[in-house]
C-alpha cells in the first residue's frame, strides 16, 4: 500500500510555505473551531501568531450535530480566513464537508480539513486528491487505524501524497470526557506508515481543562503536530467553547512547551 512502511521506509514531510509537517518541528495549528466574524478570527489570529503557533484554522462549512447549530459563515468565513491568515502571516486550514465546495474551499485556503464525520466519504476524498492541496485527515469517530490508513490510501491513490493524519479521539463507553484520545495511535501510525500524524486534544477531550496535559502527552507520544480550539471569549463561541482555550492559555500552553525544549 501507497501508505505503508513498506513502501516509502522515509516519512513523508508535508509542506506548507515554511511550515513541515514530518520533519524535525512539531507545528501547532491554532484558531477557533469556526469563523464567527473577521474581529473574533483576526484577535485569534494575531495571538496565535505571537504564541508561536504555525498555522491558523477555523470552519466555515460545520457539520453540528443538531441542524439548529450555527452552521458557519460558509462563502463569506472562507473570506474573512484568507485574509486573517494574510494579515497575521499565517497559512490558513479549513474543513470541506461537500465534493461540490472542494475548488472553491482549495481557492481560499493553505490545506483541507476531512472532518471525522467524512473520514469515509469516498466522494470527498476523491475530489481533495485531485485538488493537490495538502490534506488534514481526522480519524472517524468510530474508525480502525487501518480504515482511517485506507482513508488516506484513497486519497494517495488519487494522486495527492500531502496527508497529515489527524487523531481526534474516538467513541468509547467513557463519556466523562468528550471522546478518547486514542495516543496509542501515534506510535502505530509511526510504525505502520510514512505519514506525519498531529493530535487535537480539544476535540479529544472536549473540555478546556484537559488540553494542555493531553498536548504535552501527544509529543511524549510522538507526534508531529499539534491543533488546538483557541478563542477570545470561549463563552460566547458559537461552537465547542467548552473544549477551547483562552488566547492567554494558549500562549502558556505554547511557553510550557517551550520549556520542555520542544522545538514548535
Ligand atoms: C473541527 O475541527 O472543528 C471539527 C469539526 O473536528 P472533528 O471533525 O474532529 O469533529
Ligand atoms: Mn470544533
Known amino acids: 500500500k501507497l501508505v505503508s512502511r513498506e513502501f516509502q521506509s522515509k516519512n513523508t514531510v508535508v509542506s506548507i510555505g515554511d511550515v513541515r509537517f514530518g520533519g524535525d518541528g512539531i507545528p501547532v495549528i491554532a484558531g477557533p473551531c469556526a469563523v464567527e466574524s473577521y474581529e473574533q478570527l483576526y484577535q485569534a489570529g494575531v495571538s496565535a501568531k505571537a504564541a508561536g503557533a504555525a498555522m491558523l484554522r477555523g470552519g466555515a462549512y460545520k457539520p453540528r450535530t443538531s441542524p439548529y447549530s450555527f452552521q458557519g459563515l460558509e462563502k463569506y468565513g472562507l473570506e474573512i480566513i484568507k485574509t486573517v491568515g494574510r494579515e497575521v502571516g499565517l497559512p490558513v486550514v479549513s474543513e470541506v464537508t461537500d465534493p461540490r465546495k472542494v475548488e472553491l474551499i482549495a481557492e481560499h485556503v493553505d490545506m483541507l480539513q476531512i472532518g471525522t464525520r467524512n473520514m469515509q466519504n469516498f466522494v470527498l476524498l476523491k475530489e481533495v486528491a485531485l485538488s493537490k492541496k495538502p ?57 505502520l506508515s510514512h505519514l506525519p500524524v498531529i493530535v487535537d486534544p480539544s476535540h ?38 467548552p473544549q477551547s482555550l483562552t488566547l492567554a492559555n494558549f500562549a502558556q500552553l505554547m511557553a510550557e512547551l517551550d520549556a520542555l525544549a520542544i522545538v514548535l
Open 135 to 191: 490534506v488534514l485527515l481526522k480519524r472517524g469517530l468510530a474508525a480502525t487505524i487501518e480504515e482511517w490508513l485506507m482513508a488516506a490510501e484513497h486519497i494517495m491513490s488519487g494522486g495527492n501524497s500531502q496527508i497529515v493524519l489527524c487523531e481526534r479521539g474516538i467513541r468509547t463507553f467513557e463519556t466523562y470526557t468528550r471522546n478518547t484520545l486514542d495516543l496509542n495511535a501515534i506510535p502505530v501510525i509511526k510504525h
Open 204 to 241: 479529544g477531550t472536549g473540555s478546556w481543562r484537559w488540553v494542555s496535559p493531553m498536548a504535552k502527552a501527544a509529543i511524549g507520544a510522538g507526534a508531529d503536530g499539534l491543533l488546538i480550539e483557541i478563542h477570545p471569549c470561549p463563552e460566547e463561541a458559537l461552537s465547542d467553547g
